[in-house]
């Protein structure tokens, strides 16, 4: 077991245990681009919300989401409140029906919290027969638990880097089609093209996901309707909440509640 300290540095390629769990509180926390070469990893946060960036993708991971991250993906994991983090890395002889899968964002039902809770705190040294069965439990549970679309492709192009490395660390939010042409001294038909070509989406679209992500972020953390509302520039606490629910099909509330 691993318990960290804010800024504590931890290499898990260095570890010989086969599964390694560790826990910490952190804030304001970013990880910056790193990846395991030998180890798959699990990330998830029981309170708090991560938002992790990988080279073309950017996921946010709300207390009942889960990210399986396999070995060699390079991923930065970002957050800007109290998050209670817990990772747990598997050695790739071990990491059962994943090992070789892509990234994928999984619910968590309370019985795979309380696992990977127990698997985050227990003792690294002395693996035996009871272990063995909670991990059986966890591989169970995790290839039980339905997938879920908490992606947002990310531009790559570099006209943009500046200001997406802004939406990444949440320092500015995406701001209208023709504010961004002048921000960036580029063309509105350019811009569209570049994440019609990089993302799929058109710039509308995007933004559109980009504050959908951000505002689960913030309800997370505990902010009203209203102060999401304001923060993501909506015109009305109205207008947000028909907003959230075209995307995810129940209000706000209805949504945390519904996944507590």
Not at 110 to 138: A, G, T, Y
Not at 223 to 243: P, R
Request: proline share 4%; hydrophobic share 40%.
């Amino acid at each position: 077991m691993a318990i960290l300290k804010q800024n504590e540095e931890f290499d898990a390629d260095s570890m010989k245990e086969k599964v390694v769990g560790i826990a910490s509180d952190m804030i304001m926390h970013d990880s910056g681009f790193h990846h395991h070469t030998t180890k798959a990893q699990l990330l998830y946060a029981p309170s708090g919300c991560m938002t992790v960036t990988t080279s073309d993708r950017q996921f946010v991971l709300p207390p009942f989401r889960m990210l399986w991250i396999p070995a060699c993906e390079v991923h930065r994991v970002n957050f800007r409140n109290i998050v209670a983090y817990r990772s747990i890395y598997f050695d790739e002889s071990i990491s059962g029906k994943y090992v070789h899968s892509g990234l994928k964002v999984l619910n968590v039902n309370p019985l795979l919290k309380e696992v990977i809770e127990r698997i985050c705190f227990w003792d690294w040294n002395s693996f035996c027969k009871d272990q063995e069965h909670i991990i059986n439990v966890l591989w169970d549970e995790i290839n039980a638990a339905p997938e879920e679309n908490l992606s947002l492709m990310m531009p790559k192009d570099k006209r943009l880097k500046r200001s997406a490395e802004n939406w990444t660390k949440r320092i500015s939010m995406p701001p209208m089609l023709k504010k961004l042409a002048e921000e960036i001294g580029g063309v509105e038909k350019t811009i569209t093209r570049i994440f019609k070509r990089e993302t799929g989406l058109s710039y509308q679209e995007w933004r559109q996901q980009w504050r959908l992500q951000r505002s689960i972020e913030l309800l997370v953390d505990g902010n009203s309707i209203g102060e999401v509302s304001h923060l993501l520039e909506f015109s009305s606490d109205s207008a947000f909440i028909e907003f959230f629910k075209k995307h995810t099909g129940s209000t706000p509330l209805q949504y945390l509640m519904k996944n507590e």
